[in-house]
């Protein structure tokens, strides 16, 4: 059973950073692609960036780019998404998911089975 387990949201200044983690178990984590996605309330699930099994390839939202980082370390069976220069719209629940198969890698959620409980990240004006 795979599981994702998000961890280090919380409420900063606009302005400030945070870092999120995505432990992941249940499969072997390097052979697959990871994504975050993000949803705000009364707002569809968009998707924030993604990264493949090796750290190659590597997608972000326009809204994001130059501002988050997607990392991974396949080593702890850890994703990561470091967040610089937050926003007040950045605010919502952030949650990483992983496709269901290999070679797996796109923007659309549609595109990924397991998904995580979500973190809170909070970003005040």
């Known amino acids: 059973q795979v599981q994702l387990v998000e961890s280090g949201g919380g409420l900063v200044q606009a302005g400030g950073s945070l870092r999120l983690s995505c432990a992941a178990s249940?499969?072997?984590?390097?052979?697959?692609?990871m994504g975050w996605f993000r949803q705000a309330p009364g707002k569809e699930r968009e998707f924030v960036a993604a990264?493949?099994?090796?750290?190659?390839?590597?997608y972000y939202a326009d809204s994001v780019k130059g501002r988050f980082t997607i990392s991974r370390d396949n080593a702890k069976n850890t994703l990561y998404l470091q967040m610089n220069s937050l926003k007040p719209e950045d605010t919502a629940v952030y949650s990483c998911?992983?496709?269901?198969?290999?070679?797996?890698?796109?923007?659309?959620?549609?595109?990924?089975?397991?998904w995580g409980q979500g973190t809170q990240v909070t970003v005040s004006s």
């Open positions: 990264i493949s099994w090796s750290g190659d390839s590597i």
């Open positions: 249940g499969r072997t984590f390097r052979n697959y692609a």
């Open positions: 998911a992983t496709p269901r198969f290999p070679g797996v890698l796109g923007y659309d959620s549609s595109q990924y089975y397991y």
